[in-house]
T-cell receptor, first 113, second 109 residues
């Protein structure tokens, strides 16, 4: 597609449930990133995939968070046993060369009740 | 101390005004710099890259001072449509962008 596509756009889940968020990057972009943004806060780096290299997971806040990228394209961010503090907008971005900035998807707004 | 610091604002200016935002970063090894714009409840969008020589895109001028670890954005002849949050962004290597929390701009008629 022409842009970065994320689904679902909104997700409401009960505390303790698992959720999966999907990102479909721009075709040909080798780098894929996940960030999250809590209300009124800046963007928090979560994880970065570059080609076939091992992902940089240094931003994942706990072991309840994991992500994978299949076939160098689509990525799934999984949050297990969700907590209320996980409520945020989860943004995916892709890039052909990070030196020139990223293109973001429109995000998934996660609400844990 | 945050790695990228910005004045959160809001900056309230009338249409036609000139407004400037500043940003400082703490990691001297940072390699590339950007300004992003984020509208309410929308994703950030790249506004412009920032170079030491300074660069201009229409009404927008960005400047980088590596010695002072300081980035600026100047908006001339403000429009109502410029109302948004402006994010200062630093690439500190390994393709990881670090975002400031943003400066909110409100342009009024």
């Amino acid at each position: 597609g022409a842009g970065v596509s994320q689904s679902p756009s909104n997700k409401v889940t009960e505390k303790g449930k698992d959720v999966e968020l999907r990102c479909d990057p721009i075709s040909g972009h080798t780098a894929l990133y996940w960030y999250r943004q809590s209300l009124g806060q800046g963007l928090e780096f979560l994880i970065y995939f570059q080609g076939n290299s091992a992902p940089d997971k240094s931003g994942l806040p706990s072991d309840r968070f994991s992500a994978e990228r299949t076939g160098g394209s689509v990525s799934t961010l999984t949050i297990q046993r969700t907590q209320q503090e996980d409520s945020a907008v989860y943004l995916c971005a892709s890039s052909s060369d990070g030196a020139y900035g990223y293109t973001f998807g429109s995000g998934t707004r996660l609400t844990v009740v | 101390r945050k790695e990228v610091e910005q004045d959160p604002g809001p900056f309230n200016v009338p249409e036609g005004a000139t407004v400037a935002f500043n940003c400082t970063y703490s990691n001297s090894a940072s390699q590339s710099f950007f300004w992003y714009r984020q509208d309410c409840r929308k994703e950030p969008k790249l506004l412009m890259s920032v170079y030491s020589s300074g660069n201009e895109d229409g009404r927008f001028t960005a400047q980088l001072n590596r010695a002072s670890q300081y980035i600026s954005l100047l908006i001339r002849d403000s429009k109502l449509s410029d109302s948004a949050t402006y994010l200062c962004v630093v690439n500190r290597g390994f393709q990881k962008l670090v975002f400031g929390t943003g400066t909110r701009l409100l342009v009024s008629p």
